[in-house]
């Protein structure tokens, strides 16, 4: 894996933004996968955040939430003024962002969608999301994530 970019990974090192990536091995199907990439790479799971593609009223929009948590569907819908969310189908998910499912990154995605991130990323030195692919997960500021993605911060997560 060492040596392969992803779109995420190119993007970052285009714009001259500090990061590190992370290999890991977990099974794809493995329930609680979060979880386990947080084991895997042996930092609190509370650093370690989930790409979630939705729709809101229709709109394709990405949820990064803590692998912690679930996400608020509502809250989400409220953050960027829709009346409702749902998870979008995988096959609408992967064809929008370029990614398979297990490593949708926030970053570098085929068709730059609009992004709302956990509020709790800005109380933390350094967040983890994919790097576009299942193994791989960068490690970076969530204030160069907002930056990156023109990403809304709210509390998403349900408690």
Same mark, same amino acid.
């Given at each position: 894996?060492?040596?392969q +970019?992803?779109?995420?990974?190119? $993007?970052?090192v285009?714009?001259?933004?500090a990061?590190?990536?992370?290999?890991?091995?977990?099974a794809?199907?493995?329930?609680?996968y979060?979880?386990?990439?947080?084991?895997a $790479?042996?930092?609190p799971p509370?650093r370690?955040?989930?790409?979630?593609?939705t729709a809101?009223? +229709?709109a394709? =929009?990405v949820?990064?939430v803590?692998?912690t948590?679930?996400?608020d569907?509502?809250?989400?819908?409220?953050?960027v +003024?829709?009346?409702?969310?749902?998870?979008?189908?995988r096959a609408?998910a992967?064809?929008a962002t370029g990614y398979?499912?297990?490593g949708i990154?926030p970053?570098?995605?085929r068709?730059?969608?609009?992004?709302?991130?956990?509020?709790?990323?800005?109380?933390?030195?350094t967040?983890?999301?994919?790097a576009g692919?299942?193994g791989?997960?960068?490690?970076?500021?969530?204030?160069?994530?907002?930056a990156?993605?023109?990403a809304?911060?709210?509390p998403?997560? =349900?408690?």
């Amino acid at each position: 894996m060492a040596g392969q +970019g992803t779109p995420a990974t190119a $993007l970052l090192v285009k714009r001259g933004i500090a990061h590190r990536t992370h290999p890991y091995r977990v099974a794809p199907d493995a329930p609680n996968y979060g979880a386990l990439v947080a084991v895997a $790479l042996g930092v609190p799971p509370e650093r370690v955040f989930k790409s979630l593609v939705t729709a809101v009223d +229709g709109a394709l =929009t990405v949820a990064v939430v803590p692998v912690t948590g679930e996400l608020d569907l509502k809250a989400l819908a409220a953050a960027v +003024g829709g009346k409702r969310a749902v998870l979008a189908d995988r096959a609408v998910a992967e064809r929008a962002t370029g990614y398979v499912r297990g490593g949708i990154s926030p970053l570098g995605q085929r068709r730059r969608l609009p992004t709302v991130l956990d509020e709790s990323a800005l109380d933390l030195p350094t967040i983890y999301v994919s790097a576009g692919r299942r193994g791989l997960q960068l490690e970076l500021a969530a204030a160069d994530l907002v930056a990156l993605t023109d990403a809304r911060t709210a509390p998403l997560q =349900t408690h």
